[in-house]
């Protein structure tokens, strides 16, 4: 840290005091490396950096800004009782269904284990009921086993029962028309500094920034964006639209209904919350650069692409991407060679503005740099 001695610093300091207050010892043998008193003013300055150093990071821990990890934790609930969230199960709906209604009614029990294409294992967590002459159409909700992002899966990979055999109808089929959402990883450092960060901006609950703020304080969600509803005079409607998005930039109907229960204790009484899932939208980037000579280019844009990915993979549900924001990720390269001009950012031509309920997204595929 720049506003603390280093161990330079500290070596200097004990050198100057031998070169001032020595009696008994030639002062420059403080500069000969090995001797007693080079040894001696080099030992206690590696002890005072220690010190320092414990010293820097003690005091970190005392802010909002450069606390971390288990430092960041305590201190988010002594001052804010808030607690960071942990790694959450990804959820969604399955649907069943059957060729015959040959075996009459059953139900699909709570706690039926099945499984994607790559053998991730879900288990449902409302029933499937059959009526006598269902076919089709019945939909349980269902959570992944294991927490994290890796267990979340895309539209139509939950297709097989762990044991078909034990249902009352050996026939049954099983499909997600939508994607899982909500797995996610324990919560980063950034992340639940900023939810901290809103505690008394939402304090008083009812607002928009609160509604927005009980969201995310949901496992499994990452982004959320409130907008009031308006009658056709321009008058609050007494209807709150709340976007949600997980960090991929997708919302199950599962996940919408527990975000919809911990509301209770953040939306104003008499006022409805309308919940509205997220779908990702990708945005292709093209990247037209230039580099200063004696610069190693191959590694240079990997990280430029890396970089381009983060930024606009950490925009919320709703959230436009702004060209200047773009140049703004790539000038934190101009120091490590890269020359940005007017001409660096090809595609996207402008602004992108998602439509509502769409969340910007990219992948290092989508995010290309030209010859």
Same mark, same amino acid.
């Given at each position: 840290m720049p506003d603390f001695p280093t161990r330079a610093d500290l070596?200097?300091?004990g050198r100057d005091f031998m070169v001032q207050r020595a009696k008994k010892l030639d002062p420059k043998t403080v500069d000969v490396e090995g001797s007693d008193a080079n040894l001696f003013a080099g030992s206690q300055s590696m002890v005072g950096k220690k010190i320092v150093d414990q010293l820097a990071l003690r005091i970190a821990a005392l802010f909002l800004d450069s606390a971390e990890d288990t430092d960041l934790d305590r201190l988010a609930y002594d001052r804010y009782r808030q607690i960071r969230k942990g790694a959450s199960s990804a959820l969604g709906t399955v649907r069943f269904f059957r060729a015959s209604s040959a075996l009459g009614a059953g139900t699909i029990p709570v706690g039926t284990i099945i499984r994607t294409l790559t053998g991730i294992d879900y288990v449902t967590t409302t029933p499937g009921i059959f009526g006598p002459s269902d076919l089709d159409n019945i939909t349980a909700d269902v959570r992944a086993f294991q927490a994290g992002k890796a267990t979340q899966v895309g539209a139509n990979q939950i297709r097989k029962f762990s044991n078909v055999q034990a249902l009352f109808d050996p026939t049954l089929q099983v499909t997600n028309d939508a994607p899982t959402a909500g797995g996610?990883?324990?919560?980063? $450092? @950034? /992340?639940?500094?900023?939810?901290?960060?809103?505690?008394w901006l939402t304090a008083r609950r009812g607002i928009l920034a609160a509604i927005e703020a009980g969201a995310k304080s949901v496992p499994g969600v990452v982004s959320a964006q409130a907008v009031e509803a308006l009658n056709p005079f321009g008058q609050p409607a007494r209807v709150v639209n709340l976007y949600i998005a997980d960090s991929s930039g997708v919302a199950s109907a599962a996940l919408g209904r527990?975000?919809?229960?911990?509301? $209770? @204790? /953040?939306?104003?009484?008499?006022?409805?919350?309308i919940i509205s899932t997220s779908l990702p939208t990708i945005v292709p980037v093209q990247l037209q650069l230039?580099?200063?000579?004696?610069?190693?280019?191959v590694n240079l844009k990997q990280q430029i692409q890396a970089a381009v990915v983060e930024f606009v993979n950490s925009l919320p549900v709703n959230g436009p991407l702004y060209i200047l924001q773009l140049g703004s990720v790539l000038q934190r390269f101009a120091q490590d060679g890269l020359v940005v001009a007017q001409t660096s950012i090809v595609a996207p031509a402008g602004d992108v503005f998602p439509q509502l309920g769409q969340t910007l997204r990219t992948t290092t595929t989508n995010v290309v740099v030209l010859p």
């Amino acid at each position: 840290m720049p506003d603390f001695p280093t161990r330079a610093d500290l070596y200097a300091i004990g050198r100057d005091f031998m070169v001032q207050r020595a009696k008994k010892l030639d002062p420059k043998t403080v500069d000969v490396e090995g001797s007693d008193a080079n040894l001696f003013a080099g030992s206690q300055s590696m002890v005072g950096k220690k010190i320092v150093d414990q010293l820097a990071l003690r005091i970190a821990a005392l802010f909002l800004d450069s606390a971390e990890d288990t430092d960041l934790d305590r201190l988010a609930y002594d001052r804010y009782r808030q607690i960071r969230k942990g790694a959450s199960s990804a959820l969604g709906t399955v649907r069943f269904f059957r060729a015959s209604s040959a075996l009459g009614a059953g139900t699909i029990p709570v706690g039926t284990i099945i499984r994607t294409l790559t053998g991730i294992d879900y288990v449902t967590t409302t029933p499937g009921i059959f009526g006598p002459s269902d076919l089709d159409n019945i939909t349980a909700d269902v959570r992944a086993f294991q927490a994290g992002k890796a267990t979340q899966v895309g539209a139509n990979q939950i297709r097989k029962f762990s044991n078909v055999q034990a249902l009352f109808d050996p026939t049954l089929q099983v499909t997600n028309d939508a994607p899982t959402a909500g797995g996610e990883d324990r919560e980063e $450092d @950034d /992340f639940f500094r900023n939810r901290v960060r809103d505690f008394w901006l939402t304090a008083r609950r009812g607002i928009l920034a609160a509604i927005e703020a009980g969201a995310k304080s949901v496992p499994g969600v990452v982004s959320a964006q409130a907008v009031e509803a308006l009658n056709p005079f321009g008058q609050p409607a007494r209807v709150v639209n709340l976007y949600i998005a997980d960090s991929s930039g997708v919302a199950s109907a599962a996940l919408g209904r527990q975000v919809l229960t911990a509301l $209770d @204790d /953040f939306r104003a009484g008499g006022i409805a919350v309308i919940i509205s899932t997220s779908l990702p939208t990708i945005v292709p980037v093209q990247l037209q650069l230039a580099f200063s000579t004696g610069v190693d280019t191959v590694n240079l844009k990997q990280q430029i692409q890396a970089a381009v990915v983060e930024f606009v993979n950490s925009l919320p549900v709703n959230g436009p991407l702004y060209i200047l924001q773009l140049g703004s990720v790539l000038q934190r390269f101009a120091q490590d060679g890269l020359v940005v001009a007017q001409t660096s950012i090809v595609a996207p031509a402008g602004d992108v503005f998602p439509q509502l309920g769409q969340t910007l997204r990219t992948t290092t595929t989508n995010v290309v740099v030209l010859p």
